[in-house]
């Protein structure tokens, strides 16, 4: 049977796969917000329900199969967590109550968190170093482009199809391949370099919420991810809901997007040094900074949804720079456990993601083309003020 050596090609395009799944699996379906409110007979606002229980087993998942990557190795628990997935998915697709769909939200979130932990902590096993950083900013830009690209997938099957369902059944078959490849994939955690016990396992969690540089590395990526998907999480409202945008429009404004964060990577890939990185991350925090300033007044002046949606590019550029870079660092600091920081990581950037979806949730739609700029410029400027602090000892621990 073929299989994935260690530090392969393939095996860094495997773990781009699984890296892309849980921001698939939040925002394939928000195009089709508004055909679940209507099937289900509730407001579209109550879909917001859904994402919330999708977090919460997120979020639960990635402590429990971090610790277990730690001392079992990361291809065990993705087998495990891919069933799970699937199972789920499969009953999200079939369910006729509301309140299922809620719950097999959260068991959903619980199957497929192994996908952002174990794959992720396959590329710390791996690598080290600037080589490390370089693979990570791949794998991150993916993990940022998945969330832009998702809905874009999901409103081609609504569109195509005019089945929500058709959207869970797409997950379903995502789930399978990446189960499909789990058996092909090398273990790259070895035993000795396995937690001695569970107990173990899990008290790595406290040393790296220890971990100054870390955790506040952490946040300084997430807070700028953050940023990033408050425009996200209320783009199917804004777009489709006030402006009445088709799903050819809604497809083209998040593909904009993901040339901003191409770029970004691509920039990251051919000129990022040991040397350069805290140039890289000035210019990206420049840059979201200035595009965001400039949205808010346009925004509020001219109030085109077009020229709002191409600054917004921009600042999504500018994001991915930041974020790419600061992840790339933070992780690169651990020395043990790295499927636990994988976990802390990944659990923050999701919280931050979910607070920001759930501000959002108060302004109303008429105002959300200033409210989307605004909240990112407070948090990008956290963010910017945070790296800033912090940026001697987070590169001290790294060089």
């Known amino acids: 049977m073929f299989k994935v050596r260690k530090g392969s090609k393939n095996l860094v ?4 796969i699984f890296v892309a799944l849980p921001p698939f699996a939040i925002d394939t379906y928000i195009p089709a917000f508004g055909n679940i409110a209507t099937a289900f007979n509730v407001p579209i606002s109550a879909m917001a329900i859904t994402i919330s229980t999708y977090l919460v087993g997120f979020g639960v998942g990635m402590f429990f199969w971090g610790a277990l990557s730690d001392r079992y190795g990361r291809r065990k628990i993705l087998i495990i967590g891919m069933l799970v997935y699937i199972a789920s998915t499969i009953l999200c697709s079939q369910t006729d109550s509301f309140n299922t769909l809620i719950f097999m939200r959260f068991v959903q979130g619980l199957g ?3 996908a952002a932990v174990a794959a992720m902590a396959i590329l710390k096993d791996c690598y080290r170093g600037q080589k490390l950083i370089k693979t990570m900013a791949t794998m991150i830009m993916v993990f940022m482009v998945a969330p832009i690209v998702a809905p874009i997938i999901g409103s081609i099957i609504i569109y195509t199809t005019g089945r929500w369902q058709d959207i869970f059944h797409f997950l379903t078959i995502y789930g399978v391949v990446l189960l499909f490849i789990t058996f092909i994939m090398p273990e790259t955690l070895k035993p000795h370099k396995r937690s001695k016990s569970l107990l173990k ?3 790595v969690y406290i040393r790296h919420f220890l971990n100054g540089p870390f955790i506040l590395g952490a946040m300084t990526g997430a807070l700028g991810f953050g940023a990033m ?6 783009s199917s409202t804004l777009l489709i809901e006030y402006y009445h945008l088709g799903y050819v429009q809604f497809c083209a404004i998040f593909a904009l997007n993901v040339l901003g964060l191409v ?3 691509n920039l990251i890939r051919k000129k990022l040094t040991p040397h350069n990185r805290i140039r890289f991350i000035a210019l990206g925090y420049a840059l979201a900074i200035v595009s965001v300033l400039i949205n808010i007044i346009l925004s509020y002046l ?3 949804i077009y020229v709002f949606v191409v600054l917004n590019t921009f600042a999504t550029a500018g994001f991915a720079l930041t974020n790419i870079t600061i992840s790339s660092v933070t992780i690169d600091i651990l020395k043990e456990g790295f499927g636990a920081g994988n976990a802390i990581m990944r659990l923050v950037k999701f919280i931050v993601a979910g607070l920001a979806g759930f501000l959002l949730s108060f302004i109303s739609i008429p105002y959300l083309m200033i409210g989307i700029p605004s ?4 948090f990008v400027a956290l963010s910017a003020g945070l790296f800033f602090t912090i940026k001697d000892k987070l ?3 790294v060089n």
């Open 263 to 265: 770029f970004a990577s």
């Open 302 to 304: 001219a109030n085109n």
């Open 201 to 203: 396992s899990f008290a």
């Open 375 to 378: 909240q990112q410029l407070v």
């Open 13 to 16: 395009f495997f773990v781009v």
């Open 112 to 114: 497929d968190s192994p």
């Open 229 to 234: 998907f408050s425009f996200i999480s209320a």
């Open 395 to 397: 590169f001290r621990r």
